[in-house]
T-cell receptor, first 112, second 110 residues
Framework: AQTVTQSQPEMSVQEAETVTLSCTYDTSESDYYLFWYKQPPSRQMILVIRQEAYKQQNATENRFSVNFQKAAKSFSLKISDSQLGDAAMYFC?????????FGTGTRLKVLA | KAGVTQTPRYLIKTRGQQVTLSCSPISGHRSVSWYQQTPGQGLQFLFEYFSETQRNKGNFPGRFSGRQFSNSRSEMNVSTLELGDSALYLCASSSDRVAFFGQGTRLTVV
């Protein structure tokens, strides 16, 4: 069975600084995708970044990048130059087909 | 392209009633999935439909059901509502295994 674990319930970062959110997962499959989603107070889940397991290169989207360690089953999200608008719940997720397994989330606070 | 649209946004129902939630996916997306989000259980997968067929199902009682129409729009139904069914219900439409979510329906059972 797939599992996704986020061990940091809450993180804080100073505006313009860098923060890393941790995620570990477990799956016996080889063809899977990993994601980070952001859920602001509006409650809509917004895709931040995705990583295909077969790709060795770490995904990057502007200020957001991941550190994908396949052997260690680790998938952390780095947010550079943090902005007030980055404050939200961040969920790590994995999928084999179209069934997503989510972690419990990390609440990110951005301090002005 | 229009995003995923869920209706209604808010619902208040009484225990024992039934409720139907609707989801219109992004044009061209044939996979629609549903999730329940609660403070205690987090995000839990309910079911996924593709071309009007249920492909995946989560561990929810039979009171939770869904369907998908030929235009890919989907509905989920919860019968005999319980207080514990109060939650945010999220719909996602997917292409190439990437899910795009709607704004959710907040269901309150009183």
């Amino acid at each position: 069975a797939q599992t996704v674990t986020q061990s940091q319930p809450e993180m804080s970062v100073q505006e313009a600084e860098t923060v890393t959110l941790s995620c570990t997962y477990d799956t016996s499959e080889s063809d899977y995708y990993l994601f980070w989603y952001k859920q602001p107070p509006s409650r809509q889940m917004i895709l931040v970044i995705r990583q295909e397991a077969y790709k060795q290169q770490n995904a990057t989207e502007n200020r957001f990048s991941v550190n994908f360690q396949k052997a260690a089953k680790s998938f952390s999200l780095k947010i550079s130059d943090s902005q007030l608008g980055d404050a939200a719940m961040y969920f790590c997720a994995s999928t084999l087909t179209y069934k997503y397994i989510f972690g419990t989330g990390t609440r990110l606070k951005v301090l002005a | 392209k229009a995003g995923v649209t869920q209706t209604p946004r808010y619902l208040i129902k009484t225990r024992g009633q039934q409720v139907t939630l609707s989801c219109s996916p992004i044009s061209g997306h044939r996979s629609v999935s549903w999730y329940q989000q609660t403070p205690g259980q987090g995000l839990q997968f309910l079911f996924e439909y593709f071309s009007e067929t249920q492909r995946n199902k989560g561990n929810f009682p039979g009171r939770f059901s869904g369907r998908q129409f030929s235009n890919s729009r989907s509905e989920m139904n919860v019968s005999t509502l319980e207080l514990g069914d109060s939650a945010l219900y999220l719909c996602a439409s997917s292409s190439d295994r990437v899910a795009f979510f709607g704004q959710g329906t907040r269901l309150t059972v009183v």
